[in-house]
């Protein structure tokens, strides 16, 4: 039975990967999780600089899920070299490296510090935080995504995934961008635009008004759009977006997505991650496929 898969140069040995955001730099989860059960892990998005986030209160459950309004608090690219990244490169995983920005020169920056660094397996940008106070996020627009990723192209041979947002009127032309500018496999979706209001008090819940959505909710949303993309670009797509059980990451990847990616569920469960692959390995077995790849894509 097959389990592996590869995202440009990158190999996994479990097609799960822990998504940006709720898995924190993994290091935290140590003693909680069956990191073998994992593909790779996905860090909290790194900037520059340090940041604090956004105003407090920054996440709030709803019936369907989550909204979060975080702001990338991370310690910057510095801190994490010298806190976090000793301790990940102890973990039984690959580290994919989630880097944001406000300029494309931060971008830069950032990749050039970490690219010959051990540890780091991969890249994916955060083209698509929903929390930052920005006039357009830079995945709304193919021409600056193809132009950014074109940039960061250059600068590594390591594998090179980007996260793009799902509020765009054309997703796949959004794709085919992060494909033209070079990219190893396109990352979708990010959460969707959301806010909640306390009727009381009359005032927005979330410190920073707004946040964005996830969780359980938007997976049909999400498994279309996934589905879309895989249909129109020749690189690998990493789905996900309300995944919670192993029938749900199955759905994403037979709509297309190579590899699958747990978020909001981490929240619930850190080992969820476990209970996904036996799932998987289960319906394998059933159906007598001992090729995960077999499947990819076949509605």
């Known amino acids: 039975m097959k389990l592996s898969i590869k995202l440009g140069k990158l190999e996994l040995d479990s097609p799960i990967i822990c998504a940006s955001g709720t898995f924190g730099f993994g290091e935290e989860l140590r003693g909680l999780v069956d990191f073998k059960a994992i593909g790779a892990i996905t860090t909290k998005t790194l900037t520059l600089d340090s940041r604090k986030g956004n105003p407090p209160p ?46 494309n020169k ?104 707004y946040g964005g959505y996830s969780g359980r909710a938007v997976k049909p949303m999400s498994l279309y759009k996934v589905w879309k993309v895989a249909q129109n670009v020749n690189i690998p797509v990493i789905g996900g977006g309300g995944i919670e059980n192993f029938s749900d990451a199955i759905e994403f990847i037979l709509a297309g997505a190579t590899a699958v990616s747990l978020g909001t569920v981490n929240l619930v469960d850190p080992d969820s991650s476990k209970t996904v692959l036996i799932g998987i390995k289960e319906y394998m077995k059933k159906k007598k496929i001992t090729d995960i790849n077999d499947i990819r894509g076949l509605v």
């Not at 019936?63 to 991370?74: A, F, Q, T």
């Not at 995934?161 to 033209?180: G, L, N, R, S």
């Open 58 to 103: 920054r996440i709030y459950e709803t019936d369907g899920g989550v909204i979060n309004s975080v702001g990338m608090e991370n310690p910057g690219v510095e801190g994490f070299i010298k806190h976090k990244l000793p301790l990940i490169s102890k973990l039984k995983t690959k580290c994919i490296v989630s880097v944001g920005g406000f300029s």
């Open 106 to 209: 931060e971008y830069e920056e950032i990749i050039r510090k970490l690219v010959e660094l051990n540890g780091v397996d991969a890249f994916e940008i955060n083209l698509s935080c929903p929390n930052l106070k920005l006039k357009k996020l830079v995945s709304q627009n193919s021409k600056a995504t193809y132009t950014l990723v074109k940039l960061l192209r250059k600068l590594t041979k390591k594998s090179l995934f980007v996260k793009i947002t799902p509020e765009v009127t054309d997703i796949v032309q959004i794709a085919k961008a992060v494909e033209d500018g070079g990219a190893d496999a396109v990352s979708l979706v990010n959460t969707y635009f959301s806010m909640a209001i306390d009727i009381e008090s009359q005032k927005p819940i979330l410190g920073n008004v």
